[in-house]
């Protein structure tokens, strides 16, 4: 790793040193991207150069010169310059996207006839080229769109490109390696300028080079270890931010009927700050999301066999939708309908299996069926039992979406889910079990199958989709809860506290900050709930340092009026306030007078 490690710190040097004179020349000519009031992709609050593009290029560039890499072709050459100055002329006039897409496409499919990647003699060379282009200028678009928080782009791709890099160079591709090390280096050498507080911005002139040059990389690396369409699925998610950030907005902004190059606030970005999430969490959040793509991808492309693979890539995806689900944002339930509703069944049942759950339960369900297969028989299939299982797969999978519709599974807010909603699902699990058992017992008549197995993925799949649906509840705790600067503590540790601090935690507008819970009961005392403690009320008068609050919140009406009445003598004694939780339901007047 002695090389592709020289080639990052070479990369990172010269884009550092690159950066300044960048930014000057920005100002120079007056490349400048200047604050814009109410608009989704310009938050930032001060007028900032672009043009940061240009040293991360002069990086990359200048090292694969140095180092003599031969995977500097002039097609590579070439398109990486093209996408620099298309660029730089996108940020200082605006070009129409057509245009764009038009170089774009022009650069992909040069790199890809001329490099060797696709060639005439090859079996379906047509649809190759048709799909590495395609995939190449979605990934340059993708990198592009995502560039809208200050060192989310060069970041995220300094993890994929490093991770590439240690994948390419125990894989076998020294030379791939080098370029990928340097790729990631120069968005290093970029990174403290664009960070925090920037003081220049990549610019589409950074973001279409970075796209463009990573994706040729790619391609060039996958027809290199042997072109196949598994090869290039699993390569794809080393760029797992910019391709998932662009892929979630395109399909929220179709499913809500908007223009797919909208600036809508469907981006990953902007739906973490719906959901309160500050710069720092965010950038964290998805640096996260391309490391652990990156590290699905490097399993994925060095696994020992398909099935390992497979299931990686099954995992991969399978997180990838759960936090899709959570930054989907509550729309979503406004073109839902219930079947309580009356709605049309057709229009219901189109507009239920539109959702992000049947995609998750559709690779959980073969997910269960193929590792219950793999344990039966120890990873080694009979051919027979193989053709069995992938000729009953889809009947499988029909019998178990029928089920979860008819129990009700789909029209479920799982955010908030229950005891019962869980209690459901099993049931749908265990109806769709036997329906599928019924199913295959009268089309094949069971035969070549292993009954066994119908029993394990039943198990199997109740745990994943439980687990997939309750960690959408789990993941309402990651968003920030209310921290507001009076600090108060919860009279009665049942369920009417409980009811009383979720609603603090999630409504900053009370700006209460939850210390504690006091209770009578002496088995609670000593305790915790939700994770705060429970003090005996008997102590409560003596209460000080951390626990101190400077109101009482009584949750219970279970207090007599004697106790009430020594709960208001503390209040009087140590200056605090106390205040009663009290849920009424009110009439309201229907009268056409008060309108």
């Given at each position: 790793?002695?090389?592709?490690?020289?080639?990052?710190?070479?990369g990172?040097?010269?884009?550092?040193?690159?950066?300044?004179?960048?930014?000057s020349?920005?100002?120079?000519?007056?490349?400048?991207?200047?604050?814009?009031?109410?608009?989704?992709?310009?938050?930032?609050?001060?007028?900032?150069?672009?043009?940061?593009?240009?040293?991360?290029?002069?990086?990359?560039?200048?090292?694969?010169?140095?180092?003599?890499?031969?995977?500097?072709?002039?097609?590579?050459?070439?398109g990486?310059?093209a996408?620099?100055?298309?660029?730089?002329?996108d940020?200082?006039?605006?070009?129409?996207?057509?245009?764009?897409?038009?170089?774009?496409?022009?650069?992909?499919?040069?790199?890809?006839?001329?490099?060797?990647?696709?060639?005439?003699?090859?079996?379906?060379?047509?649809?190759?080229?048709?799909?590495?282009?395609?995939?190449?200028?979605?990934?340059?678009?993708?990198?592009?769109?995502?560039?809208?928080?200050?060192?989310t782009?060069?970041?995220?791709?300094?993890?994929?490109?490093?991770?590439?890099?240690?994948?390419?160079?125990?894989?076998?591709?020294?030379?791939?390696?080098?370029?990928?090390?340097?790729?990631?280096?120069?968005?290093?050498?970029?990174?403290?300028?664009?960070?925090?507080?920037?003081?220049?911005?990549?610019?589409d002139?950074?973001?279409?080079?970075?796209?463009?040059?990573?994706?040729?990389?790619?391609?060039?690396?996958?027809?290199a270890?042997?072109?196949?369409?598994?090869?290039?699925?699993?390569?794809?998610?080393?760029?797992?931010?910019?391709?998932?950030?662009?892929?979630?907005?395109?399909?929220?902004?179709i499913?809500?009927g908007?223009?797919?190059?909208?600036?809508?606030?469907?981006?990953?970005?902007?739906?973490?700050?719906?959901?309160?999430?500050?710069?720092?969490?965010?950038?964290?959040?998805?640096?996260?999301?391309?490391?652990?793509?990156?590290?699905?991808?490097?399993?994925?492309?060095?696994?020992?066999?398909?099935?390992?693979?497979?299931?990686?890539?099954?995992?991969?995806i399978?997180?990838?939708v759960?936090?899709?689900?959570?930054?989907?944002?509550?729309?979503?339930?406004?073109?839902?309908?219930?079947?309580?509703?009356?709605?049309?069944?057709?229009?219901?049942?189109?507009?239920?299996?539109?959702s992000?759950?049947?995609?998750?339960?559709?690779?959980?369900?073969?997910?269960?069926?193929?590792?219950?297969?793999?344990?039966?028989?120890?990873?080694?299939?009979?051919?027979?039992?193989?053709?069995?299982?992938?000729?009953?797969?889809?009947?499988?999978?029909?019998?178990?979406y029928?089920?979860?519709?008819?129990?009700?599974?789909?029209?479920?807010?799982?955010e908030?889910?229950?005891?019962r909603?869980?209690?459901?699902?099993?049931?749908?699990?265990?109806?769709?079990?036997?329906?599928?058992?019924?199913?295959?017992?009268?089309?094949?008549?069971?035969?070549?199958?292993?009954?066994?197995?119908?029993?394990?993925?039943?198990?199997?799949l109740?745990?994943?989709?439980?687990?997939?649906?309750?960690?959408?509840?789990?993941?309402?705790?990651?968003?920030?809860?209310?921290?507001?600067?009076?600090?108060?503590?919860?009279?009665?540790?049942?369920?009417?506290?409980?009811?009383?601090?979720?609603?603090?935690?999630?409504?900053?507008?009370?700006?209460?900050?939850?210390?504690?819970?006091?209770?009578?009961?002496?088995?609670?005392?000593?305790?915790?709930?939700?994770?705060?403690?429970?003090?005996?009320?008997?102590?409560?008068?003596?209460?000080?340092?951390?626990?101190?609050?400077?109101?009482?919140?009584?949750?219970t009406?279970?207090?007599?009026?004697e106790?009430?009445?020594g709960?208001?003598?503390?209040a009087?004694?140590?200056?605090?306030?106390?205040?009663?939780?009290?849920?009424?339901?009110?009439?309201?007047?229907?009268?056409?007078?008060?309108?």
């Amino acid at each position: 790793m002695t090389l592709p490690l020289q080639s990052g710190l070479l990369g990172a040097a010269i884009s550092f040193a690159a950066t300044p004179v960048a930014r000057s020349l920005a100002r120079a000519i007056g490349l400048i991207d200047h604050p814009v009031a109410n608009h989704q992709g310009k938050t930032h609050a001060k007028a900032t150069p672009l043009l940061g593009g240009l040293a991360v290029a002069v990086g990359f560039l200048a090292t694969v010169v140095l180092l003599g890499s031969p995977l500097l072709s002039p097609a590579l050459l070439s398109g990486g310059i093209a996408m620099v100055l298309l660029g730089a002329a996108d940020d200082r006039w605006g070009l129409d996207y057509r245009l764009r897409l038009g170089v774009q496409s022009l650069a992909a499919l040069g790199f890809v006839s001329t490099t060797g990647v696709v060639t005439p003699e090859m079996p379906y060379a047509v649809v190759w080229l048709l799909v590495l282009v395609g995939w190449m200028v979605w990934t340059t678009n993708s990198v592009n769109l995502m560039d809208n928080l200050d060192g989310t782009t060069s970041g995220s791709l300094a993890i994929g490109g490093s991770v590439l890099a240690v994948t390419a160079w125990y894989g076998g591709h020294p030379d791939f390696a080098i370029a990928y090390a340097a790729l990631a280096g120069a968005c290093l050498g970029f990174l403290p300028f664009n960070i925090r507080n920037a003081s220049i911005f990549l610019g589409d002139a950074g973001t279409l080079f970075l796209g463009f040059t990573l994706s040729a990389l790619v391609v060039a690396n996958v027809r290199a270890a042997g072109l196949t369409f598994w090869r290039l699925a699993a390569f794809t998610p080393f760029l797992a931010m910019p391709i998932y950030d662009a892929t979630f907005a395109t399909l929220r902004r179709i499913s809500f009927g908007r223009p797919i190059f909208l600036a809508d606030g469907s981006n990953v970005t902007f739906r973490f700050r719906a959901r309160k999430f500050g710069k720092t969490r965010i950038l964290s959040f998805e640096y996260a999301i391309a490391a652990a793509g990156a590290a699905g991808a490097a399993v994925m492309v060095m696994a020992p066999s398909i099935a390992v693979g497979v299931l990686t890539a099954v995992l991969v995806i399978g997180l990838g939708v759960a936090l899709g689900a959570y930054l989907w944002g509550e729309e979503r339930v406004d073109w839902r309908q219930t079947r309580s509703a009356g709605g049309n069944f057709s229009r219901n049942l189109i507009t239920q299996f539109l959702s992000l759950d049947t995609f998750v339960d559709f690779l959980l369900i073969v997910l269960s069926y193929g590792v219950a297969y793999g344990l039966r028989y120890n990873w080694a299939w009979p051919m027979d039992m193989r053709e069995g299982f992938l000729g009953a797969l889809p009947i499988i999978v029909v019998c178990h979406y029928a089920s979860f519709y008819y129990v009700g599974i789909y029209s479920r807010l799982w955010e908030y889910a229950s005891v019962r909603d869980l209690i459901q699902l099993a049931q749908a699990v265990f109806f769709g079990g036997m329906l599928s058992i019924f199913a295959t017992a009268s089309l094949y008549r069971l035969s070549g199958f292993s009954r066994s197995v119908f029993f394990v993925a039943a198990l199997l799949l109740l745990c994943l989709t439980g687990a997939a649906r309750l960690s959408r509840r789990a993941l309402l705790h990651l968003a920030p809860a209310s921290s507001g600067s009076e600090r108060a503590m919860i009279f009665g540790a049942g369920r009417a506290g409980d009811l009383l601090f979720r609603e603090i935690l999630h409504n900053p507008n009370l700006c209460l900050r939850v210390v504690g819970f006091i209770d009578d009961d002496p088995s609670k005392c000593a305790r915790r709930f939700h994770g705060l403690p429970v003090i005996d009320g008997g102590s409560l008068a003596t209460l000080n340092g951390q626990l101190a609050p400077s109101q009482i919140l009584v949750s219970t009406e279970k207090l007599t009026s004697e106790r009430l009445s020594g709960l208001k003598a503390v209040a009087r004694q140590r200056g605090w306030r106390l205040r009663a939780m009290k849920i009424e339901l009110t009439p309201v007047d229907l009268s056409l007078e008060n309108e």
